[in-house]
């Protein structure tokens, strides 16, 4: 019998702003990973996935070829070097968007304001595929960093580039006029996963589900008169229901419940309006549907 045991490669950015996201996903997950310095692989000690570090724009590549069976990348160079590739799952870190931007000066009217133009940016196919979107002519001009001084030095006259607080652009007097694309970080894969590596990364993607949700919610306590139970259940209705406890005073009780980070503002006010009070909100480490 052969006891090799078969391991799940994740190829992971050796360095850069993908790299802490993607191994605390790791982590969080549940995998038993050193990471020391200048390491090209290292093995989970207690989950059968080897990690490989490579630059993020080869990543793409590397999955299409089975030199890893999957891999974290932004969306924006997935779109940018992937062909083969299969998104599998969004993972909510990393967020950014690829966009537009002009001379501050420049008076943009709207995309057709860069027919027969020159955009300076790393992500030719993105930028080209917009432009056919938009029926618009303009010529690309590829360069592979410091894209936001190109306009500066008459190299162009936009630019297109990843922007996460603008303040890179605006240092540069540039103008964010059009978003091409969305992006954050996601595992892909490369064609057709089979057998035992596919089933070592349905059981990891089970485990990343549990953790983003956890992230995504909160646990909350509350205590609350009786007669407000109903109306507060439609608000926090919870994973099932809530969990409703008797307080030592009479026609009061205590309701436990998740909420949601996304609209946890907006409930916490509908809450003290039901006559919610000593309300208590707590992280959960994991959440299992
Ligand atoms: O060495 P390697 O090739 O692996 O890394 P890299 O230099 O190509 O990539 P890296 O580490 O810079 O970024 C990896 C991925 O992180 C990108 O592909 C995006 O998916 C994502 N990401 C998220 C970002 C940003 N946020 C971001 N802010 N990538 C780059 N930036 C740049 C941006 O271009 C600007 O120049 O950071 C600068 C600061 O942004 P502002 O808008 O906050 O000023
Ligand atoms: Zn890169």
Same mark, same amino acid.
């Given at each position: 019998m052969n006891d090799m045991k078969e391991l799940l490669r994740i190829a992971i950015q050796k360095s850069g702003r993908l790299q802490e996201g993607s191994l605390e996903l790791l982590k969080e997950s549940g995998l038993a990973i050193s990471n020391g310095r200048d390491q090209l692989k290292t093995q989970a000690r207690n989950f059968p996935v080897e990690i490989l570090f490579l630059r993020d724009d080869d990543i793409p590549q590397y999955v299409e070829d089975r030199v890893a069976d999957v891999g974290i990348v932004g969306e924006n160079v997935l779109r940018e070097k992937g062909r083969n590739n299969e998104l599998v799952k969004r993972l909510d870190f990393a967020k950014c968007r690829l966009s537009i931007a002009v001379p501050k000066g420049a008076e943009y009217t709207g995309i057709k304001w860069l027919q027969g133009k020159n955009i300076a940016t790393s992500y030719p196919n993105v930028v080209k595929q917009f432009?056919? /979107?938009?029926?618009? $002519?303009?010529? *690309?001009?590829? *360069?592979?960093?410091?894209?936001?001084?190109?306009?500066?030095?008459?190299?162009? $006259?936009? *630019?297109?580039? *990843?922007?996460?607080?603008?303040?890179t652009l605006l240092s540069n007097g540039l103008r964010e006029?059009?978003?091409?694309?969305?992006?954050e970080a996601v595992l892909i894969t490369g064609p057709a996963l089979e057998g035992t590596k596919r089933d070592i990364l349905d /059981?990891?993607?089970?485990?990343? $589900?549990?953790?983003?949700?956890?992230?995504?919610?909160?646990?909350?306590?509350?205590?609350?008169?009786? $007669?407000?139970?109903?109306?507060?259940?439609?608000?926090?209705?919870?994973?099932?229901?809530?969990?409703i406890m008797p307080l030592n005073k009479p026609g009061w009780s205590s309701l436990h419940s998740v909420v949601n980070e996304n609209d946890f503002w907006a409930k916490i006010d509908l809450l003290k309006a039901c006559g919610a009070e000593g309300i208590l909100v707590i992280p959960i480490e994991k959440m299992i549907a």
């Open positions: 432009l056919e /979107q938009h029926q618009t $002519d303009a010529g *690309i001009h590829e *360069i592979s960093g410091s894209v936001e001084i190109a306009p500066g030095i008459g190299l162009a $006259d936009a *630019i297109c580039d *990843i922007v996460s607080t603008g303040s006029v059009e978003v091409v694309m969305h992006s /059981q990891l993607l089970f485990r990343m $589900d549990a953790v983003n949700s956890a992230k995504n919610n909160k646990y909350i306590l509350l205590n609350c008169p009786n $007669d407000a139970i109903p109306k507060i259940t439609t608000v926090i209705p919870g994973m099932n229901s809530p969990t």
